[in-house]
Nanobody
Framework: QVQLVESGGGLVQAGSSLRLSCAAS????????MGWFRQAPGKEREFVVT????????YYADSVKGRFTISRDNAKNTVYLQMNTLKPEDTAVYYC?????????????????WGQGTQVTVSS
């Protein structure tokens, strides 16, 4: 069992930066692939980025590539999402998720545990 708690969301202006954190409970954090998803009002939850267990491999959605950076610190049981050059269309609730499986990463069903989410609002 893994419990995930996101933090770092807020209200910012377009062009600004935010760093989200996701703290995980338990001693097996390094055995999970981690991901971030987001859900904008009236839209389905969408994949943002994933990072491998060791942090070596990452994969980004095209919409955030070059602006967002995922990283993890296995010693601190934490995964981060650095978001730069934010746009109004980045406004959403951002969710952290953990996956046991090595296979698949872009779908909600690829993940086993979810956080409660943190709101990010970008004003124009």
């Amino acid at each position: 069992q893994v419990q995930l708690v996101e933090s770092g969301g807020g209200l910012v202006q377009a062009g600004s930066s935010l760093r989200l954190s996701c703290a995980a409970s338990g001693r097996t954090f390094s055995s999970y692939r981690m991901g971030w998803f987001r859900q904008a009002p009236g839209k389905e939850r969408e994949f943002v980025v994933t990072i491998s267990r060791s942090g070596t491999n990452t994969y980004y959605a095209d919409s955030v590539k070059g602006r967002f950076t995922i990283s993890r610190d296995n010693a601190k049981n934490t995964v981060y999402l650095q978001m730069n050059t934010l746009k109004p269309e980045d406004t959403a609730v951002y969710y952290c998720a953990a996956a046991r499986s090595l296979y698949g990463f872009g779908r909600e069903r690829d993940y086993d545990y979810w956080g409660q989410g943190t709101q990010v609002t970008v004003s124009s």
